[in-house]
């Protein structure tokens, strides 16, 4: 841990709140930190400033102030032109001609075709070079999915900064996921079990009913696999069931003005698919997927870049200490694949092999609830949603969740902006 705040501090010249957080997972902070840093500070298509200007673009996308505003002084430091700060149309042309795909790409990543793709390649004097367009991209989708596990994890801005506190929020078990940020780190910790009106009997007993829900799902693997036609049904009902998960605090975020400004149309945000008739095909994982597509082409444009991306990807998706809740030596793989494979349902992608009728049975209301909102509208999500979902897992686990989350989200929006790219090449 320490090694890790050491590293992060000599490539930052800060220990920021996020770093205070992902290190309940020290092997994937490593990897965090280590792609960070190459995406930034390491030899690449883009300058340095542009960077961190694609960055504060992208945060803006979710109202996210605090990832904004560590960009704006990375950006100054850089030698980034203070008047850019004024808002996007204060940028380069090359920049606001981004502003589409950033818009698309953090809402509704489904709509991404090769146009897109063509009108940034073929913009005359403001054109972007492919390997330009893929740093550019993977800055987008590594910022907003850290957006996400900013709002996912509420955490605050550190405390010498605007917004920063010192305070510790009351919490029923006495330990809150913003101690970690403010220094309060405590040896045992404690469940987070602090949602209102909540006895301890009830979550307890919901770990019990998941687990007994896992141990027969298990059983009924072994048993007997549906038909082809039988998963392809499910998926489809899994996909059109997520459409009404939304919360009942769902109010429009109105981003404030010092956000605002680094992106256009700020009226655009997430849309379910078949919402006013709109459909769109299901994007097989079979004809186009990270593995054997998405890697080589980032690797190729950007070298060395898709490897370190993929081993984060394995990092979280195959992360486990064996443990749920007060429960030791639990295989939890087949708790984490349906996360990741509900989070691919929501924008849309399918894996053959897979039996969507698993979600439904490991994932309930109101933790659907939560994945939804912080991957989809980051902005909303509130201290309540983190409080309703796992009442007696611990904030590690919740931490936990959120990596899956964002790293689940960000090789979604990879997918359909690299199948993009692939389809003008070809």
Not at 36 to 59: K, S
Request: net charge negative; aromatic share 12%.
């Amino acid at each position: 841990m320490h090694a890790l705040f050491a590293d992060s501090f000599a490539a930052l010249g800060r220990l920021d709140n996020i770093t205070l957080v992902m290190v309940f997972h020290p092997q994937y902070l490593e990897s965090f930190l280590k792609t960070q840093h190459y995406l930034l500070q390491m030899d690449g298509p883009l300058p340095l400033h542009y960077r961190h200007y694609i960055g504060i673009m992208a945060a803006a996308r979710h109202q996210c102030s605090y990832l904004v505003n560590l960009h704006v002084n990375d950006f100054l430091h850089v030698g980034g032109d203070p008047k850019w700060l004024n808002g996007l149309e204060n940028a380069p042309q090359k920049l606001q001609n981004l502003g589409e795909l950033n818009k698309v790409l953090a809402h509704r990543p489904w709509l991404i075709t090769k146009e897109h793709i063509e009108g940034l390649l073929k913009a005359e004097e403001h054109s972007w070079s492919l390997a330009e367009l893929v740093h550019a991209v993977v800055l987008l989708t590594h910022y907003h999915s850290l957006a996400s596990f900013t709002f996912g994890c509420g955490i605050s801005p550190e405390i010498h900064c605007d917004g920063g506190h010192t305070f510790r929020p009351p919490s029923v078990s006495n330990y809150c996921i913003c101690d970690i940020t403010n220094g309060n780190h405590s040896v045992d910790e404690m469940p987070v079990n602090s949602a209102e009106n909540v006895s301890v009997s009830d979550s307890f007993f919901e770990v019990e009913a998941l687990m007994e829900k896992m141990r027969q799902l298990q059983e009924c693997r072994d048993e007997e696999e549906a038909s082809q036609e039988e998963m392809a049904s499910r998926f489809e009902i899994e996909k059109r069931e997520s459409m009404f998960v939304f919360s009942s605090d769902d109010d429009e975020v109105t981003p404030a003005r010092d956000v605002s400004r680094h992106f256009e149309d700020t009226s655009y945000g997430y849309k379910d698919f078949s919402r006013h008739g709109m459909h769109v095909p299901t994007f097989r994982v079979q004809d186009y997927c990270w593995e054997d597509h998405g890697y080589s082409l980032v690797n190729r444009l950007y070298p060395d870049v898709g490897q370190l991306i993929d081993e984060k990807f394995h990092i979280a998706y195959n992360l486990t200490y064996n443990t749920m809740a007060m429960h030791k030596d639990v295989d939890t793989s087949m708790l984490r694949r349906a996360i990741w494979n509900y989070i691919h349902c929501m924008f849309g992608i399918r894996y053959d092999d897979y039996d969507y009728g698993e979600i439904n049975q490991l994932l309930d209301r109101s933790f659907k609830v939560y994945i939804k909102t912080v991957v989809c509208t980051p902005e909303k999500v509130t201290k309540r949603m983190y409080e309703s979902f796992w009442r007696q897992f611990k904030h590690s686990e919740k931490v936990h969740v959120n990596l899956l989350l964002i790293e689940a989200r960000m090789q979604a929006e990879l997918l359909y902006a690299l199948r993009a790219i692939t389809r003008y090449m070809t």
